[in-house]
């Protein structure tokens, strides 16, 4: 049964998708379509994500249903051929929300006053297959579960936390009132039935809590599983905004030097076993244990990159560019979080080389999230404003991680425009590894004269002696 034939009879609420853009001369561009319409019906089925869509259209022979900005009704066909559209957003239905209330929940402990979609609970098993984002489970239905399985949404991203079913019931507090079906709870049956879908996990782990033995036992467990691809181990974030909330605290040195010594162990089993390490622990544990990281091969391809396992490394393997003997004189400031401060200072040691070049890498304290949190994707235009002194540098580097995807906004949206205008300096994104971060340097660096802001220390650089 083709998944529309199951939405006709189970779901005829409509969905309308926004369009944001029609592609030019496309089938949708010639039956009169806009950017502003909606499209409510592909075959007469309500659609209610991109999946859908998708789905639909490789039936080949498709009607469309759009509803015009006026009010009208407007109908098409396509003849397997893609009808140009483009939407605004790829969930119509809406974002499926958390069923969960867990004590260790980053929403939970964020500040007042940030964006709205900050605050959102999504664990939206369609944003994990889309975008690699990491869901419980415990809110599928029925339906869900039969979707995922019909349509190969794999792989899926898992968090499991625990494999002990009490342990993570504790951890998770899931509301009850949310969870469609108390089966989805379940960890270890949801694993099994997910069977033919290959699924990367993580574990967040909680000092004392679900770490040591658990953290074993829910190692054996996933291991036992062919289509458990991975587990990534992370620890805990914290603010200092948690109210109302169970007392937590981050792990200690000696703590995740216990973490990495039973991931070790089983990385060396599972190399023997799998011809995978499976588990991969987070570059915060190799930071807050004082080990080195592991070499570039150990992350085998950077599977879950954007979780934290192997970002650090990652940057590191960018080759450095051919450096100048000198430049005119220019104050560079790199902002970053705490913990990756003196990684990065080190890094840089190459490009102090360069006679005029005056670099500093500044460990910024977080001003919105609070001291506990030491992580640089979490810095926001308010840390850098109140950390750093307007034409105190040339320039500023920021770390992407610090930006919403495709923007130049940070967390709490201020701009880099913004920054530039406030600190009297030019502001820049750093790049995404070593080499891309000394390019954007010497390139600022290389110029006559500073730039912008003209620093008293770089204006005296270039006046006192020539290059």
Known sequence: MRYSNRMMSLQETLYPALISRVEPDSPASQAGVQAGDSLVRVNNQPIPDILAYRRELEVGDVTLEVQRTDGSSLHFEVSWEDPGLEFSEVLFDGIKICANKCEFCYVHQMPKGFRKSLYVMDDDYRLSFLYGSFVTLTNLSENDFNRILSENLSPLYVSVHSTDQALRADMMKWWRLKVKDPESTKIQETLKRLEPIDLYTQLVLLPNRNDGVHLEESLTYLSSLPNVLSVACVPLGLTDHRR????????????????????????????????????????????????????????????????????????????????????????????????????????????????????????????????VTTVSGLLTGRCFVENIAPAEADLLLVSPSTLRYGTELMLDDVSLTDLRQKLKMDVRSGGKNLGELARVILENAQSSLPQFGYSAHAVKEHRGKTV
Do not use: C
């Open 244 to 371: 109302n909330l169970p007392e937590l605290r981050p792990f200690r040195p000696e703590e995740a030097r216990d973490v990495l010594r039973i991931a070790h162990a089983w990385q060396k089993k599972m190399l023997e076993e799998r011809g995978t390490r499976f588990i991969f622990p987070s570059d915060e544990f190799y930071i807050l244990a004082g080990e080195p990281l592991p070499p570039e091969e150990a992350y085998e391809g950077y599977p879950m990159l954007e979780n934290g396992v192997g970002m650090v490394r990652d940057f590191l393997s960018g080759d450095l560019p051919p450096l100048p003997k000198a430049v005119p004189g220019t104050k560079v400031i790199l902002g970053t979080g705490k913990l990756f401060a003196p990684i990065l200072d080190l890094a840089l040691e190459p490009l102090r080389a360069v006679r005029g070049l005056h670099l500093e890498v500044r460990a910024l304290e977080n001003k919105t999230f609070g001291t």
